[in-house]
């Protein structure tokens, strides 16, 4: 049965907004998702209820905090099929998580080694990498990929035949061109050549099921805020045997078995990467969110946003002028388009449809590189969301703004 948007769209109070007395038309789905009532109300819920820290006090109210903050892992476990709940580690967002990988296991690399990186990347999984390259002396090397954001597979093949990469750190779906990288094939290559993989599903975990079993990924991380949850709360995944391994990345309360004057001895997973108070309430939050995805079938999501995003690839090459990168088969590419308008810059347009209520982005997108390769200094992205209709993607008001910036 396909889903009823219409009665999806009603949970999101945001999506009964108006702008300047225009309905709201939220296309900015790969910045940050707009959250469910669901999820606000376990939110308020513990709020309001008493709240208390976390596996601290014995009292009534930190015990319920204390449940609720591990149902919560235990259901982001069952969303990505993850072995065991401690191998998932709350963090306040995805690129928290690929810091923790780079701060931790970092510190077990040396000079010569090397971390690989695709063009698609976001600049959350190329700069701790870059930092880690200033601080320990690795290589940092760079696979190609085409104007279609197609992974250079032979040349990936080559870098790894040199048996110097210790990680691999690709995107799950680039936030750009909306392109996929053949995910199992790269984890399965790479580990055939010793180098573990860090896959950064911010983009791909609202859009597509995660199973990181059968990935056999070696890190997986991603955000609440992208996924219909709540900001401030992200999920690093990691193989226990590795986690295990892995020196503390910080220090402080919660992360600790003991403390004496002379040294400290860190807890086990997922403890010693929590330290601190933790974000308790967004991680019920991000629970609930979890919950109230899974109810929908993925293929019904796949299908909706794939038919959206085919209409909107169409209705696009009507506007003049427009150029659009990425995958040229709809097949080929999930969730987001980005393109360029010929005489008209990409913030001037976005400010005059913001001011219609459609909200769209404008900028580089967090993806410098990428941006580099492609020619570009900036892009409109259009990004889709389980909530978006097919009346959302009529282009009468597209086409009037870019007549009003051409002076036409």
Known sequence: MPLDIHAIRAEFPALAKRVNGEPLVYLDNAATTQVPQSVLNAMREFEEGGRANVHRSMHMLAERASVAYEDARRTVQKFLNAAYPHEIIFTKNCTEGVNLVARSLGETMQEGDTVLLSYLEHHSNIVPWLQLKERKGITVEWMEVD?????????YGKLLSEEKVKLVAITGQSNVLGARPPLEAMIRDAHAHGARVLVDGAQLAAHHQIDVRKLDCDFLTFSGHKVYGPTGIGVLYGKREILETMPPFLGGGMMIHEVNEDGFSAGDIPEKFEAGTPPITQAIGMGAAMEWLEQFPWENIEAHEQALLAQALQALTRLDGITIFGPVDPIERSACISFTL????????????????????????????????????????????????????????????IAALRGL
């Open 342 to 401: 010929e005489g008209i810059h990409p913030h001037d347009f976005t400010e005059t449809l913001g001011k219609r209520g459609i909200c769209l982005r404008a900028g580089h997108h967090c993806a410098q590189p990428l941006h580099r390769k492609l020619g570009l200094t900036a892009t409109v992205r259009l990004s889709l969301g389980i909530y978006n209709t097919r009346e959302e993607l009529h282009v009468a008001a597209w086409e009037q703004a």
């Open 147 to 155: 104007g279609a954001g197609h992974i250079d597979l032979e040349h």
